[in-house]
């Protein structure tokens, strides 16, 4: 009977220490009279500020590809213990390029696609590292000569780009908005002959001007 007693003595020791074990576990009242009002810490700073979170939240009306609808509906609760489920069980359906997302090889090129280039086939050491933010004109679109003006350091290998589609807040407004700037043909071309980025980032909208010349970039960072 020794092991069943040691389990029931040490049952009320790690519920009355579990709430101070981790930062996110919510405090608990003093008084069992009281109820504990829950309110999750959405988190965007890690390990002391070395890693951001800069993901946009998910919402209905985030902007669609296209669309003047917004995402819609995209998260629904089948299960629900509120209705009698034992879990609370979530079914998320949307579009694979919603909101913030990294495009697989496999996106624009049709080989790459039947050879099976998914995302999982991206390189994670490319993916993760350190990132140089810079901010880019905003009166323009992002051509050779913007990146020769913009002086990015050899060796840089992660760049996020800063344009005015951060200032229009296109990502805050429903309708899929087509005037936003992105890498011409020339500025994409210029970039791989003449530093060494290998992950490419820019703020609120796809790499390209809508349509312009989207497929031209996209075969240049090829």
């Known amino acids: 009977m020794a092991p069943p007693l040691l389990l029931l003595l040490l049952v009320p020791l790690v519920a009355a220490t579990a709430p101070c074990a981790h930062p996110a576990h919510p405090s608990q009242p003093a008084s069992c009279a009281a ?3 829950l ?7 890690h390990g002391g500020g070395r890693i951001l ?3 946009h939240y998910y919402r209905e009306d985030m902007p669609s590809w296209e669309s003047g609808a917004g995402v819609g509906q995209f998260l629904w609760l089948p299960a629900s213990m509120r209705n009698g489920s034992l879990a609370n069980n979530s079914e998320m359906r949307m579009p694979t390029h919603t909101g913030t997302h990294v ?17 999982d086939t991206l390189d994670l050491d490319v993916l993760n590292g350190p990132a140089l933010l810079v901010d880019v004109p905003r009166d323009e ?10 002086h990015i350091p050899k060796g840089v290998q ?5 344009t005015l589609n951060t200032d229009r807040n296109l990502m805050w407004k429903k309708e899929f908005d087509t005037s936003y700037v992105g890498f011409m043909k020339d500025g994409a071309q210029w970039l791989v002959d003449n530093t060494d980025i290998k992950l490419v980032g820019e703020f609120q909208r796809p790499l390209h001007p809508f349509m312009r010349n989207r497929l031209f970039v996209r075969c240049s960072f090829q």
């Open 141 to 150: 679109n992002i051509t050779a000569k913007t990146m020769e003006s913009l």
């Open 39 to 45: 309110a999750p810490e959405r988190r965007e700073a």
């Open 35 to 37: 109820e504990p009002v």
């Open 158 to 162: 992660r760049v996020l780009f800063r």
């Open 103 to 119: 495009d697989a090889p496999g996106h624009v090129f049709q080989h790459y696609f039947d050879a099976g280039f998914d995302v």
């Open 53 to 55: 979170d800069i993901t």
